[in-house]
T-cell receptor, first 111, second 111 residues
Framework: DTAVSQTPKYLVTQMGNDKSIKCEQN?????MYWYKQDSKKFLKIMFS???????INETVPNRFSPKSPDKAHLNLHINSLELGDSAVYFC??????????FGPGTRLTVL | SQQGEEDPQALSIQEGENATMNCSYK?????LQWYRQNSGRGLVHLIL?????REKHSGRLRVTLDTSKKSSSLLITASRAADTASYFC???????????FGSGTQLTVLP
């Protein structure tokens, strides 16, 4: 059984489009995250969210917005995609600030 | 700026040798975690060491923490080709509510 799943695995799209990446965890965790990993493997936290609080990294453009329909899901919506948005996006979850469980990643390519 | 910085950036060793990776950080922490990332995959949690611990073992992994120097090391003994991956440290800073990842060490174990 997959603990943290993301869809799609690959996403190729044109500049200016709007896209969403979905994430689901079946671990019963209370906190979920979105990370961006660039071509140099630098991993940057974008958002962390539990049912009480959304913490946004202040460097994340407001074109990015997390949407959580329930505790097991945290989707990432991106408006007006730009070339610099090309990266691998990882979803993760945890119970409090303990170990995080990562999804397999979504490789986004903006043309 | 990065909370955690790994050293070296890349390490290449022969199978059977030991591999040591270092992580330095800047602020006070609650705990420090190490993760492994195989190529094209999500991160996998390896070990967590709390700020009041100095050393921790898990199988062939040994982690040390020196809070006075704000540094940690990860030792992999008797390395195997399957240990080839990127290794990241992540800190749970006392003032923050999320992990901050370092820049990673790319370990290559040659058969």
């Amino acid at each position: 059984d997959t603990a943290v799943s993301q869809t799609p695995k690959y996403l190729v799209t044109q500049m200016g489009n709007d896209k969403s990446i979905k994430c689901e965890q079946n671990l019963g965790h209370d906190t979920m995250y979105w990370y961006k990993q660039d071509s140099k493997k630098f991993l940057k936290i974008m958002f962390s969210y539990n049912n009480k609080e959304l913490i946004i990294n202040e460097t994340v453009p407001n074109r990015f917005s997390p949407k959580s329909p329930d505790k097991a899901h945290l989707n990432l919506h991106i408006n007006s995609l730009e070339l610099g948005d090309s990266a691998v996006y990882f979803c993760a979850s945890s119970l409090g600030l303990r170990e995080q469980f990562f999804g397999p990643g979504t490789r986004l390519t903006v043309l | 700026s990065q909370q955690g910085e790994e050293d070296p950036q890349a390490l290449s060793i022969q199978e059977g040798e030991n591999a040591t990776m270092n992580c330095s950080y800047k602020t006070s922490i609650n705990n420090l975690q190490w993760y492994r990332q195989n190529s094209g995959r999500g991160l996998v949690h390896l070990i967590l060491i709390r700020s009041n611990e100095r050393e921790k073992h898990s199988g062939r992994l040994r982690v040390t923490l020196d809070t006075s120097k704000k540094s940690s090391s990860l030792l992999i003994t008797a390395s195997r080709a399957a240990d080839t991956a990127s290794y990241f440290c992540a800190t749970d800073a006392s003032s923050a509510r999320q992990l901050t990842f370092g820049s990673g060490t790319q370990l290559t174990v040659l058969p």
